[in-house]
């Protein structure tokens, strides 16, 4: 059996999820903000979050592929799909899983900005400060951490253990029992 050495439970995760959809029910009353969930890390984080919101809101998604292979950082993005909903004057809060290197997100900034967007924020529920190369401002941060790479709850290894319920490191043992994927 595998062992995990877990940094967060599925229970600190649920209770920070939770605050979270708290505070951004407070800052967005009174508007309709839209959601644009960055694919496929942040699709089990954005189904638990938005179920905890009390206001009106909408979901869009879009796919950025950033050549990654594996745990290996890589700083050429592409955005792969086009956000469907009008931007112009919505305020819309991107949800990712995690911000690394931000080089991911800094691009998406730059290209959602370009749409006379009323306000934009990011949400995301973990954080590497210390691994940052570009700036991206955070608004909502789940959890900081140092820069070690974690898979579960919606975060991969070669694609595999998005499905874990908690967030754990990945371990070279883990590493080992991980299937090899082309996909990123
Ligand atoms: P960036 O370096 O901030 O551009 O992050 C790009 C993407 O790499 C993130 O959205 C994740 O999908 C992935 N990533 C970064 N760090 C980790 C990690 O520790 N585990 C799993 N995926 C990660
Ligand atoms: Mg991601």
């Known amino acids: 059996m595998t062992e995990y050495k877990t940094i967060f439970s599925a229970e600190e995760i649920e209770k920070r999820v939770c605050q979270l959809a708290e505070e951004i029910s407070r800052d967005y009353s009174g508007s309709r903000p839209l959601f644009i969930t960055l ?5 089990i984080f954005t189904a638990d979050l938005v179920r905890h919101l009390t206001i009106p809101h909408e979901i869009d998604f879009v796919s950025l592929s950033s050549y990654r292979d594996g745990s290996k ?14 931007l112009r004057d919505r305020d819309v809060i991107i949800i990712d899983e995690i911000v690394d290197s931000g080089h ?10 370009e749409h006379r967007t009323r306000s934009l924020k990011i949400c995301t529920l973990l954080d590497k400060p210390s ?5 991206v401002p955070v608004h909502y941060s789940g959890f900081e951490i140092p820069d070690i790479f974690v898979v579960g709850y ?4 070669r694609e595999m253990h998005r499905n874990l319920p908690f967030i754990a490191e990945l371990t070279p043992r883990l590493k080992e029992t991980s299937h090899i994927s082309d996909s990123g």
């Open 39 to 43: 694919l496929k890390g942040a699709f």
């Open 154 to 157: 919606g975060l991969d290894y």
């Open 73 to 86: 950082r890589s700083n050429v993005i592409k955005v792969v799909n086009h956000i469907r909903a009008d």
């Open 104 to 113: 991911t997100l800094s691009l998406l900034v730059k290209t959602i900005g």
């Open 131 to 135: 691994a940052r190369k570009a700036e």
